[in-house]
């Protein structure tokens, strides 16, 4: 997991670069932003929008329009839970309930330096409710081995 780091405006400035500046890029730019800092923070999202000359409404809706673009730093470890159909047909619901509990955060919240987060589809419908925990997804995950998950995770702080 990528450490949360101070976003300066340089840096920023060389990957709107790598992209030609061009507002049709705008989500390819935050990826980039997020891949190297974690999140997208208001001073980036002014910075974005007068480089790609875009309104800094339209960067705004586009970072918060997409749940992998966060606009405060995440935690240190990041936990997310399918929440698409065929995860809730298998338990995702009670699973999200008990993480909640567990984690002692709601969704979107950080909570001793973990995020908890929604996501909508990992590609492993098949093995559902799906978990993501720092880029590495797991199926067929209950209430025990999201515990078994999280606590191994903690661990290796």
């Known amino acids: 997991m990528m450490a949360t780091r101070r976003i300066d405006e340089q840096t920023t400035s060389e990957i709107v670069k790598q992209f030609d500046a ?15 800092y974690g999140w997208v923070p208001e001073d980036t999202i002014r910075q974005l929008a007068d480089e790609v000359n875009l309104s800094r409404a339209d960067v705004y809706g586009v970072v918060t329009y997409y749940h992998d673009f966060r606009t405060e730093p995440p935690g240190e ?9 065929a995860c809730q047909a298998m338990g995702s619901r009670t699973l999200t309930d008990h993480a909640r509990r567990s984690l002692g955060t709601a969704l979107h919240e950080t909570n001793e ?7 909508y589809c990992l590609g492993n419908c098949a093995c559902a409710p799906a978990v993501m925990i720092d880029g590495k997804t797991h199926g067929r995950v209950n ?3 999201f515990d078994e998950l999280v606590g191994a995770m903690k661990e290796s702080r």
């Open 22 to 36: 061009k507002p049709e890029m705008l989500v390819q730019i935050l990826q980039a932003i997020v891949m190297r």
């Open 77 to 85: 470890h990041i936990v997310k839970i399918c929440q698409a159909e």
């Open 113 to 119: 330096d973990v995020t908890l987060e929604p996501v």
């Open 143 to 145: 209430a025990d081995r």
